[in-house]
């Protein structure tokens, strides 16, 4: 069975720090990584993708994806409490089928 | 990124009624839409995707009888919540994916209550 693994958190970092969010998946064959947000209460927003091994930034968001460790991160530079929300790695395994994982809380602390 | 809508954003219906929800892509053509259903604190569970003109698949475990999905036009799915009962009160959410997406954009969810 394909899946997508994350920690469940909460993850607690400081006002300005990194945040660093992990995700592994089991299909080798996987070609396309996402990572979402979720504020409590509301629907999954796309932050950024991934396609290829290596990093892609975009604003303080950095994505780096290992494709041999089957293996995509998201960090968050000069993290806000703003930021508080839970991040869902998705990992798209076919052309019609995505697997979400399950969230990593993340507490930014004022 | 692409706007997907979702109407209503929430309903409350008495136990045994019918519920409508709609989603639809506003400025991209969502040749594939899927369905989401999140209980409180858990993580979304996919429930069936629809590919437009044709029958939705449903995920194992999901009543296709009960949870009526109608994809007939590359803007418009709709989800109906068949003889509702107090267990399918939800969050259902919506989201939709473009011929030229590798990614699926989120509706902004409906919150469904059966009393």
């Known amino acids: 069975q394909k899946e997508v693994e994350q920690n469940s958190g909460p993850l607690s970092v400081p006002e300005g720090a990194i945040a660093s969010l992990n995700c592994t998946y089991s299909?080798?064959?996987?070609?396309?990584f996402f990572w979402y947000r979720q504020y409590s209460g509301k629907s999954p927003e796309l932050i950024m993708f991934i396609y290829s091994n290596g990093d892609k930034e975009d604003g303080r968001f950095t994505a780096q994806l290992n494709k041999a460790s089957q293996y995509v991160s998201l960090l968050i530079r000069d993290s806000q409490p703003s930021d508080s929300a839970t991040y869902l790695c998705a990992v798209r395994v076919e052309t019609y089928k995505y697997i979400f994982g399950t969230g990593t809380r993340l507490k930014v602390l004022a | 990124g692409a706007v997907v809508s979702q109407h209503p954003s929430w309903v409350i219906c008495k136990s045994g009624t019918s519920v409508k929800i709609e989603c639809r892509s506003l400025d991209f053509q969502a040749t594939t839409m899927f369905w989401y259903r999140q209980f409180p604190k858990q993580s979304l569970m996919l429930m069936a995707t629809s590919n437009e003109g044709s029958k939705a698949t449903y995920e194992q475990g999901v009543e296709k009888d009960k949870f009526l999905i109608n994809h007939a036009s590359l803007t418009l799915s709709t989800l109906t919540v068949t003889s509702a009962h107090p267990e399918d009160s939800s969050f259902y959410i919506c989201?939709?994916?473009?011929?030229?997406?590798?990614?699926?954009?989120f509706g902004p969810g409906t919150r469904l209550t059966v009393l």
């Open positions: 989201s939709g994916k473009g011929v030229t997406y590798n990614e699926q954009f």
């Open positions: 299909d080798r064959g996987s070609q396309s």
